[in-house]
């Protein structure tokens, strides 16, 4: 399993105002990752929504709920962790334990549900879930350079 070459780790309280404080660092992230302005937007859109299901759902009749939420910076790709029981992230233990998220499944199966993980799996390359405690959510977005993706045909051979 390839680590990554920089992790940063955020917690902020699970209050809609601290949003806009990951939206600010994911897209700084990205920016120096080499995304373009359309990938950082849909990166802004999705962690927005992944945070605010945790928000929403996750602390109902908590007043001082956590949410913690990781940045694993690859040289092709960027993986964001959103997790609402505040924990710091084991990245093997994590990764051992998620899979991919099933558009088959039933909504009503994981916790943050609605309309939020139907745009997070339209905005990013591949979601997984953990909800064995609390919901682990990782998007992953893969760095495509010059708009071209590895196995495309390509009209260059340079990059």
């Not at 945790?54 to 790709?77: I, K, N, P, S, W």
């Not at 997790?83 to 558009?103: A, E, M, T, V």
């Amino acid at each position: 399993m390839q680590e990554p070459f920089d992790f940063i780790e955020l917690k902020i309280p699970a209050k809609p105002e601290y949003v806009g404080i990951v939206r600010l660092t994911i897209s700084g992230i990205a920016n120096r990752l080499g995304f373009s302005f359309e990938e950082i937007e849909d990166l802004k859109v999705a962690v927005s929504e992944a945070i605010t299901n945790t928000v929403q759902h996750a602390y109902r009749e908590v007043e001082d709920g956590e949410v913690t939420v990781g940045f694993g910076l690859y040289y092709d790709r960027l993986e964001t962790m959103v997790s609402d029981r505040g924990g710091s992230f084991d990245l093997s233990n994590i990764k051992q334990k998620i899979g991919p998220y099933q558009p088959d499944e039933s909504i009503e199966s994981l916790k943050e549900g609605g309309f939020g993980l139907f745009l997070i799996e339209e905005l990013m390359d591949k979601v997984e879930i953990n909800n064995d405690y609390g919901v682990i959510v990782i998007m992953t977005k893969y760095l495509h350079k010059n708009g071209v993706e590895h196995n495309d045909d390509q009209i260059s051979t340079t990059q």
